[in-house]
């Protein structure tokens, strides 16, 4: 038996981003997490959102950790995660009416952030909101020193990683039809943007 993985920034972060959730996510019945990592924010928000369905996906390979987290953590209205890689499209999920992913644009490669917005601009009807947590640069420049060591460890990882400038995101977006609400400032140098479906 695996043991569980565990984020501390999972376990520092859920409570801010949780508190924007609640009123983004008021109107929404169905959300798909992209993402879902170790299945920690999974578990969290889908709990104290029983009016919608929460769906996880993510990776095949990280669907032991985010099943063992559901295990520990059931929920009516959680359900388990669906392979899903943002470049195979069409997406194995349709009448979603909001996503949600954390941590996940300075991970994937450049071309992969543009394919998420390209299944987005597919998935979603007018009306429906995209959420998306992590740092994020402005002005081409980091917001922190913190920041700028983080995006250094990232391209040393993979030289495809590293911080997205909010411009370049923002632009995607728009491309995909969806218009930004807010850009909520966040602990440990990180932002909550908001979009909505044109």
Known sequence: M?????????????????????????????????????GQHAVYFAPQLPHLIWQTSDLAV????????????????LRRP???????????????????????CHIMSWQSVIGLFAGLEKLLQPGAHVVIYGPFNYGGEFTSDSNARFDQMLKQNAPYRGIRDFEAIN????????????DHAMPANNRLLVWQRR
């Not at 194995?92 to 949600?100: I, K, L, M, N, Y």
């Not at 632009?171 to 218009?179: K, M, P, Q, R």
């Open 2 to 38: 695996m043991v569980k993985p565990f984020s501390q920034a999972c376990e520092n972060n859920r409570q801010p981003i949780f508190q924007v959730l609640q009123a983004v996510l008021a109107s929404s019945r169905h959300v798909l997490e992209l993402g879902s990592g170790t």
């Open 62 to 77: 990280n669907h032991e950790a985010i099943n063992s987290w559901i295990d520990e953590h059931p929920a009516e209205n």
């Open 82 to 104: 669906l392979v899903l890689d943002v470049d195979q499209q069409p997406w194995p999920v349709t009448g979603a009416d909001a996503v949600f992913t954390a941590n996940t």
């Open 171 to 182: 632009g995607l977006a728009d491309e995909a039809g969806l218009t930004l609400l807010d």
